[in-house]
């Protein structure tokens, strides 16, 4: 190594610890900004240290760079207006096609390696692994991350789809990429079997999303992160680059612990979710059918609503995919804000699920203006349901379902958020239908529960009024 | 080459290790973000694609320069812009505008 590898080296380290800071101050909202600034600074740190390294020690022509750059432009150019317009709703699906594009990049950069070696005498194993490895991830993220965005987003339908001899075809498709994979390795470069590694791949990807059921396909998204992840760190054995190799380990760290988290909060293990689509579990969502005594509901009005709530002093609201699905973030806020004026005091309960992808609900909240001192997490919340009078459940089933308390049905053992703990609850729903778990829920049978059956964008706007009329009454 | 590929391990699971520690810590609230964050540092990749560019000489070479550029910068640009567009939307709450009455009238 000479000095002026071990500085780059070092810049490179540099650059990383940058990551790590920048990550790390994501652990408060004060401060997540700012640390997304660092990460971004550590980038450009890594990207012009790169190219002075590489203008100096191998230079290459000027076709390589001008097709670099004018690639680069197009990219930039793609990336910054879709991040620039998407809805907050549309985050996963976006998160997905950038996934997409990172295992992409990845795979291009090891497979162009490999062909920048192929006029050589064989590759060396500890480089040769690596590239096959990156062209086999990356290729899978490049596919399943695409189809799981066209899902997310409706283009592809969110069922599950199979079709006679899908398994057979995915499995077939798993060999033949390792098998060529394995034969790449050995004997002078063939860019043929590299290519088949890659084909392979690409229909390997597409099998194994397209069966994952829509409401699956956010763990699927997380999963595909950490596989990003691995195939970037990958790319970094290959071209033997530091910073790729830092950079892509901690995604694939990132993506691992979100996918497991977001399991445990489904109450569902990844490999059931995964496997789910070779044909068993996924339809419960269809089978559970409402069964129960509908005569113990009782229903309210927008009025009954409102008084109930304006009497109250303190109101947990319990947003859930009903509300994300119908975008009624905006009008959630109002309704708070019209309460806190009124002198309410007012906090989201939010369950890590909420929304599309962990998380995904404090942003949505995030955009309607709502202080983030007023999203609990699941700990706090359930702290504060005790003291609550009013559990106001917005498009949320799952996650407040007191069974979960029980040992026996499919959502045992899930953390959910104590809703049935406040004095009285009042849920805004649109029908009595399960909800992703597939089972009924006692809390909308309980006495001390209303049920106001209305679409929530509609039904808060409603309440609102409602309040609004019965305040300056 | 084997002492190259024993360092880069090493390096590689220290920083998984780092970066399980790390996220770990990364209250729910702020997941979202954080995976868009980590969405975007893996956009790194554009410093992979900057090496295949300077070792391109034939036209496949240049193919793949060239998707490697398209997709790493998409991958970067995008992914820091819309984690930034997220994460300055989580306002503090004596930042909240629009003034409203009696906000703590209880």
């Known amino acids: ?473 | 080459m084997i002492e190259t590929l024993y360092s880069n391990l090493a390096i590689f699971i220290l920083s998984l290790l780092v970066g399980v520690e790390v996220i770990s810590k990364i209250p729910s609230t702020l997941h979202t973000p954080m995976m868009s964050g980590a969405n975007a540092i893996h956009g790194v990749v554009v410093a992979g694609a900057i090496v295949t560019a300077s070792l391109a000489n034939s036209p496949t070479g240049y193919v793949l320069t060239f998707l490697a550029g398209v997709f790493a910068a998409a991958n970067v640009f995008g992914g820091y812009v819309v984690t930034d567009r997220m994460l300055q939307m989580f306002t503090r709450p004596t930042a909240t505008t629009k003034p409203t009455p009696s906000k703590d009238a209880s």
């Open chain 1, 1 to 473: 190594m000479s000095i002026f590898e071990f500085v780059v080296g070092v810049i490179y380290l540099a650059s990383a610890a940058l990551f790590v800071v920048g990550l790390h101050m994501m652990r408060a909202p004060s401060t997540a900004r700012r640390g997304n600034l660092i990460s971004a600074g550590g980038m450009i740190v890594a990207v012009l240290t790169t190219i002075v390294f590489v203008l100096i020690s191998t230079g290459g022509n000027w076709i390589g760079w001008s097709v670099l750059v004018v690639g680069a432009a197009v990219g930039a150019a793609f990336g910054i207006v879709q991040a620039r317009r998407v809805k907050m709703t549309a985050i996963p699906q976006l998160v997905s096609i950038f996934n997409a594009v990172g295992g992409g990049a990845a795979a291009a950069v090891a497979f162009a390696d490999f062909v920048a070696h192929s006029p050589r005498t064989p590759v060396e194993l500890t480089v040769s692994i690596p590239i096959v490895l990156d062209v086999l991830i990356g290729s899978v993220t490049f596919a399943g991350s695409v189809i799981a965005a066209g899902k997310l987003q409706g283009i592809i339908p969110g069922k599950p789809l199979t079709f006679p001899g899908a398994r057979a075809l995915n499995v077939l498709a798993a060999v033949v990429a390792v098998g060529a994979g394995v034969l790449a390795l050995f004997g002078p470069p063939n860019l043929l079997l590299l290519l088949v590694v890659l084909v392979a791949s690409l229909v390997f990807g597409v099998l194994m999303v397209l069966p994952i059921g829509g409401a699956d396909a956010p763990v699927i998204v997380s999963l595909l992160n950490a596989f990003t992840g691995l195939a970037v760190a990958m790319a970094g054995f290959a071209i033997n680059n530091q910073a790729l190799i830092i950079a892509g380990a901690l995604v694939g760290a990132a993506g691992t612990i979100l996918t497991l988290q977001m399991a445990k909060a489904m109450n569902r293990s990844v490999g059931a979710i995964v496997l789910g689509g070779f044909g068993t579990g996924d339809t419960q969502t269809a089978a559970g059918s409402d069964t129960e005594d509908l005569t113990n509901i009782r229903e309210l009005t927008a009025d009954d609503v409102a008084i109930q709530l304006a009497y109250a002093q303190h109101v947990l609201i319990v947003p859930g995919y009903g509300l994300a699905a119908a975008q009624a973030q905006h009008e959630v806020a109002e309704l708070a804000k019209l309460l806190i004026a009124h002198g309410v005091d007012v906090k989201y309960a939010i369950h890590p699920v909420a929304g599309r992808m962990p998380g995904h609900m404090n942003v949505l909240l995030a955009e309607a203006n709502v202080p983030y001192d007023q999203m609990l997490q699941i700990d706090e919340a359930n702290a504060a349901f005790d003291n609550c009078d009013v559990a106001l459940v917005v498009g949320a089933n799952d996650v407040c379902n007191p069974d979960a308390r029980k040992p026996g049905n499919a959502v045992s053992g899930m953390p959910i958020l104590n809703a049935d703990h406040a004095k009285s609850v009042v849920v805004i729903k649109r029908s009595m239908r399960p909800g992703y778990a597939g089972i009924s829920n006692p809390l909308f049978t309980d006495p001390k529960t209303g049920m106001f059956f209305a679409d929530a964008k509609q039904g808060l706007a409603d309440i609102t009024t409602a309040v609004k009329e019965y305040v300056t009454a």
